[in-house]
C-alpha cells in the first residue's frame, strides 16, 4: 500500500537536519533508547521512516519549543513523552501510521511532529488507566 509509513518519506520537512554536536547527541541517544540497531537487523525496510522520526524528535528536543496541533509546547514539556519512545512503542506508531492518509497534508513535517507527540501521549494515558 502507498500509505504505508515506509512508502512515504516524509519530505516537505521545512526544516533542515541539525548537525551540531549537541544534536548529534540528542539523535544518538534517542537511537539508543529506540533500539535503532533491532530495525536494522530486523526491519531495515523501515529505517528511513525510522530515521525521520528521529529527526523530528530530534528537533522537537533541540528546540526550545515546537507547535504540536497549532499550539507551541516546551521541548521540555514534549521530552517527557519523547523519553517514552522505545523499540516497542516505535513500532506502535509506525503501525498506527499505516492507516493514514496524507493526501491533503500540506506540512508534512507538522503532520508527524503532532502525530509522534499525540501518539505518545495516547499511549501513556493508556498506560496509566489500564
Known sequence: SNTLPRNIIPGN????????EWTDEIRE???VQAEYDYFEENRPEDLPVIDAVIEYMTEMLANSSTKI???????EALSRYISQMDACAL????????????????????????SIINFLRERAAELVTA
Open 13 to 20: 520537512t521545512k526544516s533542515v537536519y541539525l548537525t551540531d
Open 69 to 75: 496541533n497549532g499550539a507551541m509546547q516546551s521541548s
Open 91 to 114: 513500532q506502535e506508531f509506525l503501525n498506527s501510521m499505516n492507516d493514514k492518509s496524507f493526501k491533503d497534508v500540506k506540512n508534512k513535517a507538522a503532520y508527524w511532529r503532532s
Open 29 to 31: 541517544s534517542l537511537k
